[in-house]
């Protein structure tokens, strides 16, 4: 057991403690979403041929530290242009997350059923 010269010490050990914790949480959590978003492309695609473009949209924003703790952020990113039919990126990944296209939708709201489980997890490991 480690021991602390002071209040403040004690903080600071605590606060790498958090930022490793969220920093591994935000990739197990990226990591969750990829998982969710593949097991969309687990349904045969029918007449429709798909491209992939999902299946290669989840990602690791940011991770960064505050006063008290750290932040992170994950997504799918809608940036790349797709637009068939006249309707754009984040129009499309809606309806596939809503089950609006033939796939295995609502691969976010998983996703973030999941993360509060994981950012336990790996603050449990660190801090017990």
């Not at 920093?23 to 593949?38: C, F, G, I, R, W």
């Not at 029918?46 to 530290?65: C, K, N, S």
């Amino acid at each position: 057991m480690a021991s602390y010269k002071s209040l403040n010490a004690l903080k600071s050990a605590i606060l790498k403690e958090v930022r490793s914790a969220v920093d591994a949480a935000a990739q197990e959590s990226k990591n969750a979403l990829q998982e969710n978003v593949d097991e969309f492309y687990s349904i045969p695609e029918g007449r429709y041929h798909r491209i992939g473009m999902l299946q290669a949209a989840p990602q690791l924003d940011t991770v960064f530290e505050t006063k008290n703790g750290a932040m992170a952020q994950i997504s799918i990113n809608t940036g790349t242009q797709y637009d068939p039919a006249g309707r754009d990126t984040e129009t499309i990944y809606g309806y596939a997350e809503s089950g609006g296209l033939i796939g295995k939708g609502h691969f976010w709201e998983r996703t973030v059923a999941e993360v509060p489980g994981i950012l336990e997890e790996e603050i449990e490991k660190r801090l017990g």
